[in-house]
Nanobody, 123 residues
Framework: QVQLVDSGGGLVQAGGSLRLSCAASGRTFSNYAMAWFRQAPGKEREFVGVINWTGRSTYYADSLKGRFTISRDNAKNTVYLQMNSLKSEDTAVYYC????????????????WGQGTQVTVSS
């Protein structure tokens, strides 16, 4: 079992930045690729990006490339999502997720999920 706790969400103005964190406990964190998903009101959950076990490789949804960056610190069992140049359409609940496979863009590939953290971008 892996337990994931998302944090760092909040209210930010358009154009601003926010960094989300996801702290893991349980099984060996470095065995898992870590992803971020988001779900806006009335919409399906969508893939944001994923980082591999070592942190040396990342993959992002095309629409978010250049604004969002995922990183991880295996010594702290934490993965981060840095979000820059935020837009109102980035408003959503953001979830981290863990998988033993890399570059899975479907939520069905992830066994463990954080509880989500709300990000609201005001225009």
């Amino acid at each position: 079992q892996v337990q994931l706790v998302d944090s760092g969400g909040g209210l930010v103005q358009a154009g601003g930045s926010l960094r989300l964190s996801c702290a893991a406990s349980g099984r060996t964190f470095s065995n898992y690729a870590m992803a971020w998903f988001r779900q806006a009101p009335g919409k399906e959950r969508e893939f944001v990006g994923v980082i591999n076990w070592t942190g040396r490789s990342t993959y992002y949804a095309d629409s978010l490339k250049g604004r969002f960056t995922i990183s991880r610190d295996n010594a702290k069992n934490t993965v981060y999502l840095q979000m820059n140049s935020l837009k109102s359409e980035d408003t959503a609940v953001y979830y981290c997720a863990a998988s033993t496979q890399y570059i899975l863009t479907s939520e069905r590939g992830y066994n463990y999920w954080g509880q989500g953290t709300q990000v609201t971008v005001s225009s």
